[in-house]
C-alpha cells in the first residue's frame, strides 16, 4: 500500500518518472498521487538531476540500467549521488537495488567510459550497431541481490526523511498486540501511576547524565500510532545499551511506568526486549515480565469476552454483572429493543433518543484498532445505565458501520465522556447527543 499524506498516496522517487521537486501524477485507479522528487532525496539536490532531466527529456526515458549509464554526465552525477538515488528506490526501474548498488563502480566505470568518448567525438561500438543489426548484450550484467526489508526502511528514512515502502514496526505490531496495552498516542495522563506496555522502532536516543554524572537516555519509541519519549534510567541504560537494544532502528517491547511530574508526563521503562524479525515474537524467553498492574486486569477481562457475537443468535439481555454486547445492526433484522435498533452505515443523526456517541476511525493497523474498541467497551462496562449508546466506526474506505451497545449511566455521562475522549485522541470523538426524554415531554406538554 502507498503511504498517504493528507489523503493523498506518495509515491518513490523514479530516475523515469521524478521531476526534482514533487509533483502531482496521476494513479491507474483514477486518483492523483504525489510522486517524490530526485533533487529531495538527501545527498543528491538539484544541480546534479538537471543533466539527467535534461537527458531524459530529449532522448526519452532509460530503457535499462547500461542505457541510463552511457547516457548521464558521470561529472554531474558522481558516486556519492549514484549511490542516494538507489538506496533511495530511485532506480529500482532499471533492476535490484541490492545488484545496483553492488555494481556502483562498475556503472560509474561505464558512464566516464561514455563520457570520455562523447568528448574526444570518437563512437564506441555499441553506437556502431544503430538500427542496423540488433543491440549487443549488455556490458553491464548486474546480479540481482536481495536486500533485507528492514535495511531496505532504514535507508529511505535516512535519504528521503520518512518510510514509503512500509512503516518498520507494521510487522512487528501484529505479532506483537498480544502483549501490548497501549499504543503510544494512548499513553496520556489517563494512565497516569499505572504501568503499561508499549513497543515501537527506536527513532532517537539522546544520551544524558543525571546531577550525580550516571549516564541515563531519552529513548524516542515510534509506533504506527505516533511517537512518545522513554527514560531509561542509569541502572538500565548501561546493560541494555551492551545488549545492542538502544541503537536506531530497534524494535523494543517496554513495560513502562507513567508518572506525573508538574506538568511534564514520564514514561519511565523498566523492562526490554527486542522484537526477533526470524520467530515473529518477542526475543526473550521469559514474558511474565511483562505483566501489567492497574488495569491490567480490566482490559484484559474486556479483551476475554467477545466482542462480536454469533449472528445466527441475537445477543441476551445483559443481566447483572454480565457486560452488553456489541451489536452490527443491518437494515433487515427486526427489532429487537429501541437502544439497540439503529440504522446502518449513515453518520449519527443529531436528533432521536437522548444518548451517547462514540465515533472511532479505522487506521491500518488493525490490532490497536481492536485494543481501542476494547477499552471503550470496558471503560462503558464501569458505569451502566439507561442512556443508549452507539458506537461508529469509521472505515478507511469512507463507509461508517454503526453499533448498539447497552446503555450507560446518565450522571456518569460528563466524566466518561472526559476519559473517553482522552482514550480517543485525534483518532475519533464522544459526544452526548439526541433529546433527553423530560425535555421532550416538556416541549409537548408546552406544545
Same mark, same amino acid.
Given at each position: 500500500a502507498l503511504p498517504i499524506c493528507l489523503g493523498i498516496p506518495v509515491m518513490a522517487p523514479d530516475v523515469n518518472r521524478s521531476e526534482a521537486n514533487f509533483t502531482i501524477e496521476p494513479l491507474e485507479d483514477g486518483? *492523483?498521487?504525489?510522486?517524490?522528487?530526485?533533487?529531495?532525496?538527501?545527498? /543528491?539536490?538539484?544541480?546534479?538531476?538537471?543533466?539527467?532531466?535534461? =537527458?531524459?527529456?530529449?532522448?526519452?526515458?532509460?530503457? +535499462?540500467?547500461?542505457?541510463? $549509464?552511457?547516457?548521464?554526465?558521470?561529472?554531474?552525477?558522481?558516486?556519492?549521488?549514484? =549511490?542516494?538515488?538507489?538506496?533511495?528506490?530511485a532506480m529500482d526501474c532499471l533492476g535490484s537495488r541490492g545488484g545496483i548498488i553492488g555494481g556502483l563502480d562498475r556503472i560509474l566505470s561505464l558512464a566516464q567510459q561514455e563520457q570520455r568518448l562523447r568528448e574526444t567525438g570518437q563512437t564506441s561500438m555499441f553506437d556502431l550497431f544503430g538500427a542496423q543489426v540488433a543491440t549487443p548484450l549488455p556490458a553491464l550484467e548486474i546480479e540481482s541481490i536481495a536486500v533485507p526489508q528492514q535495511q531496505l526502511l532504514q535507508w529511505?528514512?535516512?535519504?528521503?526523511?520518512?518510510?514509503?515502502?512500509?512503516?518498520?514496526?507494521?510487522?512487528?505490531?501484529? +505479532?506483537?498486540?498480544?502483549?501490548?496495552?497501549?499504543?503510544?498516542?494512548?499513553?496520556?495522563?489517563?494512565?497516569?501511576?499505572? =504501568?503499561?506496555?508499549?513497543?515501537?522502532?527506536? $527513532?532517537?536516543?539522546?544520551?544524558?547524565?543525571?546531577?550525580?554524572?550516571?549516564?541515563?537516555?531519552?529513548?524516542?519509541?515510534?509506533?504506527?500510532?505516533?511517537?512518545?519519549? /522513554?527514560?531509561?534510567?542509569?541502572?538500565?541504560y548501561e546493560p541494555w545499551k551492551a545488549r545492542g537494544l538502544l541503537f536506531e532502528g530497534t524494535v523494543l517491547m517496554m513495560k513502562v511506568?507513567?508518572?506525573?511530574?508538574?506538568?511534564?508526563?514520564?514514561?519511565?521503562?523498566? =523492562?526490554?526486549?527486542?522484537? *526477533?524479525?526470524?520467530?515473529?515474537?518477542?526475543? *526473550?524467553?521469559?514474558?511474565?515480565?511483562?505483566?501489567?498492574?492497574?488495569?491490567?486486569?480490566?482490559?484484559?477481562?474486556a479483551e476475554d469476552s467477545p466482542a462480536y457475537p454469533s449472528p445466527a443468535a441475537p445477543p441476551p439481555e445483559p443481566g447483572p454483572g454480565r457486560r452488553?454486547?456489541?451489536?452490527?445492526?443491518?437494515? *433487515?433484522?427486526?427489532?429487537?429493543?429501541?437502544?439497540?435498533?439503529?440504522?446502518?452505515?449513515?453518520?449519527?443523526?443529531?436528533?432521536?433518543? +437522548?444518548?451517547?456517541?462514540?465515533?472511532?476511525?479505522e487506521t491500518t493497523d488493525e490490532a490497536a484498532d481492536l485494543r481501542r474498541l476494547r477499552r471503550i467497551c470496558a471503560l462503558l462496562d464501569e458505569h451502566q445505565g439507561e442512556t443508549p449508546v452507539e458506537i461508529v466506526i469509521r472505515q478507511r474506505g469512507g463507509a461508517s458501520t454503526r453499533l448498539g451497545r447497552g446503555g450507560?449511566?446518565?450522571s456518569a455521562l460528563e466524566e466518561l465522556l472526559k476519559r473517553l475522549r482522552g482514550l480517543l485522541g485525534v483518532l475519533g470523538e464522544a459526544r452526548e447527543t439526541g433529546v433527553v426524554a423530560s425535555d421532550a415531554l416538556a416541549v409537548a406538554a408546552g406544545g
Open positions: 486518483r *492523483d498521487g504525489i510522486r517524490y522528487g530526485l533533487a529531495q532525496i538527501k545527498n /543528491v539536490g538539484a544541480g546534479a538531476v538537471e543533466g539527467l532531466l535534461a =537527458e531524459r527529456r530529449s532522448g526519452g526515458t532509460f530503457a +535499462h540500467l547500461e542505457d541510463f $549509464a552511457r547516457r548521464i554526465s558521470a561529472r554531474e552525477i558522481n558516486k556519492r549521488v549514484l =549511490e542516494a538515488l538507489a538506496r533511495a528506490g529511505e528514512k535516512e535519504l528521503l526523511g520518512t518510510y514509503l515502502s512500509e512503516h518498520p514496526f507494521q510487522q512487528a505490531s501484529q +505479532h506483537l498486540a498480544e502483549w501490548v496495552t497501549h499504543t503510544l498516542s494512548e499513553v496520556t495522563a489517563e494512565l497516569v501511576g499505572q =504501568e503499561a506496555v508499549i513497543a515501537g522502532t527506536v $527513532a532517537g536516543i539522546r544520551a544524558l547524565a543525571t546531577k550525580q554524572g550516571k549516564a541515563f537516555a531519552a529513548v524516542t519509541l515510534e509506533d504506527l500510532s505516533g511517537q512518545t519519549e /522513554v527514560v531509561v534510567w542509569s541502572d538500565q511506568s507513567v508518572r506525573q511530574r508538574g506538568d511534564r508526563l514520564t514514561v519511565a521503562a523498566a =523492562e526490554a526486549t527486542p522484537y *526477533d524479525y526470524e520467530s515473529g515474537r518477542p526475543a *526473550d524467553i521469559n514474558l511474565s515480565r511483562f505483566v501489567v498492574r492497574g488495569t491490567a486486569s480490566r482490559l484484559r477481562a452488553p454486547d456489541l451489536r452490527i445492526v443491518l437494515p *433487515d433484522e427486526p427489532a429487537a429493543e429501541p437502544s439497540d435498533v439503529l440504522p446502518s452505515a449513515p453518520p449519527a443523526d443529531l436528533s432521536g433518543p +437522548h444518548r451517547l456517541v462514540v465515533t472511532m476511525e450507560i449511566d446518565p
